[in-house]
């Protein structure tokens, strides 16, 4: 409901959020640009045509700071009513950058939100406890591998997932790119490969977790979480941008032991600050893994965005669980020390293809991938 | 299924599509990463690793063309199976840019699919035919404004939506920021808006139609879809890129009746071309009509990019129907000679905060847009 007056006085700032842009512009221009995106954000209109004073008061964006960063760059603060989004995960981001993402000066760089927003999105079912107890792994960090190349039928598939899970591997994710194709229905995927996995595990005494990757609509997700959980799997591999945030937050919310791994594809390369968008936001719908290219790989994310995204992902936020970072993107064994450094225990590695060359030595190679990160003594 | 090796030599070309990356890249380097970019969006791993005799000669993304367009920027093509999509919507933009999206010098400049994957997604379900008929206009170019500023409650955007109406305008679409908040739940704004609209067209005898926006997740959107077609309703509006792709097609699919206008939030500046994302493959998933910015006005499109997305929405395509270009983005009445000369009658002019801002005027100052338009000889 729209407050009555009185109510406008209390706790306003417990009602709003606070929309950090870094926008590239003249000294000059920055306090028009600002306003000017405060109002895109919000009322998309002429304020000088609104009448009703809770709209004015409220609803219109506000600036809150302006601040220069760097010649031409500015930090600019807007906050905005929590009551906007409707609680709900795409109207978040919708008022967060909707049209100001067609504006190529404006980067959004971060989010704060009040309590009573945040606790409308109950975060991660399981984080980074959940993944440890489903790995049975108590302080060390954690391993993954992927399964590739998409083309292969379920049966070679599932014969890479026991070769990786002979290995020793706390979790082995799909390939982002295997999805519900001819060559390779899902259903007989998953069910090959959980079966390649769990005869593996027999073997090695060690909880292997297979992740199977979802696609398509809620529909089509939603059955295949259903026949991710008759194969036993407690967790599962999406897409929130390809997906679109609110299915993540819906499947998230409606099998509450499920535990989900983002991938970041689509998450484009920068307009949303990746610590916000793979860090923050992931974790606040669900995700209790966040996938994200760690520095020094096959893409350009610096050390400064690979530690601001950790520290995002399991940074304490009030009753919200942690979400463990999985840098990949182009690793190898030889980098596994310096990402132990970098990251400490409270992490997941995923070595995919620089596993996967090793061939005939592919067990080999991952059970001295697994043995290093359990060996390890953190600096 | 895969296919035995006798039908590999037959039609190839049919079961491929080609995507088209614009790259930054030195001249020495360019062969290089555009082979690498053909990788990472298909097999992902090192080739040298993978033994299929499938995947190596179908799967492995093969780099059909590179051509300097500029200097240090180049044109690679790049064709993939056809298959490794599934015919869905969402492993088809994952194929096309999931992990080049996080590359920052490359941009998804275009697609071209063969008729086979094309025909699994049929398009608009009313097009421009359609929306002609909706509004009962069979030539003239089509005329739309916005309900705004959020924030307002129900019987206030009611009110809005019967002056707007009362100035003969086709469709009135809702702000893209009207959700189901609190202070305007979706079910009490709709029936009032459609309840407003109503009553001005019978004043008018005009066809005017009133196009809601939907949020949430694909639940939410066909609960609101079911109290959208319970009040009457022809036409809704949506933010493919904060939905998902997938639900923008499901939506579409299950309601055959129903018009789609697709709204550019979250959409990005330009890491897909817009005239691909907002036309092509916007329409391709079943949008009838597709917001975007105007050049000229508060978003930085260039002439060039408006002309080609207009261009992509309508051109003819199969069996495809057209999808109505819809330029708006801060236009006002004094462009509409311009804008027709420009997109010709087979566009919808879309001025929202331009026509509000003519207050007590408004329903005046709508029937003299709409006026112009109807009466305009173009060029």
Same mark, same amino acid.
């Given at each position: 409901?729209?407050?009555?007056?009185?109510?406008?006085?209390?706790?306003?700032?417990?009602?709003?959020?606070?929309?950090?842009?870094?926008?590239?512009?003249?000294?000059?221009?920055?306090?028009?640009?600002?306003?000017?995106?405060?109002?895109?954000?919000?009322? @998309?209109?002429?304020?000088?045509?609104?009448?009703?004073?809770?709209?004015?008061?409220?609803?219109?964006?506000?600036?809150?700071?302006?601040?220069?960063?760097?010649?031409?760059?500015?930090?600019?603060?807007?906050?905005?009513?929590?009551?906007?989004?409707?609680? @709900?995960?795409?109207?978040?981001?919708?008022?967060?950058?909707?049209?100001?993402?067609?504006?190529?000066?404006?980067?959004?760089?971060?989010?704060?939100?009040?309590?009573?927003?945040?606790?409308?999105?109950?975060?991660?079912?399981?984080?980074?406890?959940?993944?440890?107890?489903?790995?049975?792994?108590?302080?060390?960090?954690?391993?993954?591998?992927?399964?590739?190349?998409?083309?292969?039928?379920?049966?070679?598939?599932?014969?890479?997932?026991?070769?990786?899970?002979?290995?020793?591997?706390?979790?082995?994710?799909?390939?982002?790119?295997?999805?519900?194709?001819?060559?390779?229905?899902?259903?007989?995927?998953?069910?090959?490969?959980?079966?390649?996995?769990?005869?593996?595990?027999?073997?090695?005494?060690?909880?292997?977790?297979?992740?199977?990757?979802?696609?398509?609509?809620?529909?089509?997700?939603?059955?295949?979480?259903?026949?991710?959980?008759?194969?036993?799997?407690?967790?599962?591999?999406?897409?929130?941008?390809?997906?679109?945030?609110?299915?993540?937050?819906?499947?998230?919310?409606?099998?509450?032991?499920?535990?989900?791994?983002?991938?970041?594809?689509?998450?484009?390369?920068?307009?949303?600050?990746?610590?916000?968008?793979?860090?923050?936001?992931?974790?606040?719908?669900?995700?209790?893994?966040?996938?994200?290219?760690?520095?020094?790989?096959?893409?350009?994310?610096?050390?400064?965005?690979?530690?601001?995204?950790?520290?995002?992902?399991?940074?304490?936020?009030?009753?919200?669980?942690?979400?463990?970072?999985?840098?990949?993107?182009?690793?190898?064994?030889?980098?596994?020390?310096?990402?132990?450094?970098?990251?400490?225990?409270?992490?997941?590695?995923?070595?995919?293809?620089?596993?996967?060359?090793?061939?005939?030595?592919?067990?080999?190679?991952?059970?001295?991938?697994?043995?290093?990160?359990?060996?390890?003594?953190?600096?």
């Amino acid at each position: 409901m729209r407050p009555r007056a009185s109510a406008h006085k209390q706790g306003i700032a417990a009602a709003r959020l606070l929309a950090i842009y870094r926008v590239r512009a003249d000294a000059r221009a920055i306090e028009a640009r600002a306003q000017a995106i405060a109002v895109e954000q919000s009322v @998309e209109m002429p304020v000088s045509a609104i009448d009703d004073p809770y709209v004015l008061s409220e609803i219109v964006g506000r600036v809150e700071g302006i601040a220069e960063r760097e010649r031409g760059f500015f930090e600019v603060r807007i906050s905005l009513a929590a009551a906007t989004t409707g609680f @709900e995960a795409g109207q978040l981001i919708n008022m967060l950058f909707g049209n100001s993402s067609i504006h190529d000066d404006v980067v959004l760089e971060d989010a704060v939100l009040p309590a009573t927003l945040a606790a409308a999105f109950p975060g991660p079912n399981r984080g980074l406890i959940g993944l440890r107890e489903l790995a049975g792994a108590e302080r060390r960090a954690l391993t993954c591998s992927a399964l590739k190349p998409q083309g292969l039928p379920p049966r070679e598939l599932a014969d890479l997932a026991r070769r990786l899970a002979l290995g020793g591997l706390d979790f082995i994710k799909d390939d982002h790119g295997l999805a519900d194709q001819a060559y390779s229905r899902f259903a007989d995927r998953v069910n090959a490969c959980a079966a390649g996995v769990r005869e593996a595990s027999r073997e090695t005494g060690r909880l292997t977790r297979y992740v199977p990757s979802l696609s398509g609509n809620l529909d089509q997700l939603r059955a295949q979480v259903a026949l991710a959980r008759e194969a036993g799997l407690a967790m599962v591999l999406v897409a929130p941008m390809i997906i679109g945030l609110p299915q993540l937050r819906a499947l998230a919310a409606e099998n509450p032991a499920l535990a989900f791994m983002a991938h970041p594809a689509l998450a484009g390369a920068s307009r949303i600050a990746p610590p916000l968008l793979l860090g923050k936001l992931f974790r606040l719908f669900g995700a209790d893994a966040t996938i994200f290219p760690n520095h020094g790989g096959r893409f350009g994310y610096s050390r400064a965005t690979c530690a601001g995204l950790a520290e995002a992902a399991r940074a304490p936020w009030g009753d919200i669980r942690s979400c463990v970072p999985v840098p990949a993107g182009g690793m190898t064994p030889e980098r596994v020390p310096e990402m132990l450094d970098f990251y400490g225990p409270d992490a997941m590695l995923l070595i995919g293809g620089g596993l996967l060359a090793a061939r005939e030595r592919l067990t080999e190679e991952t059970a001295a991938f697994t043995r290093m990160v359990e060996q390890y003594a953190y600096r």
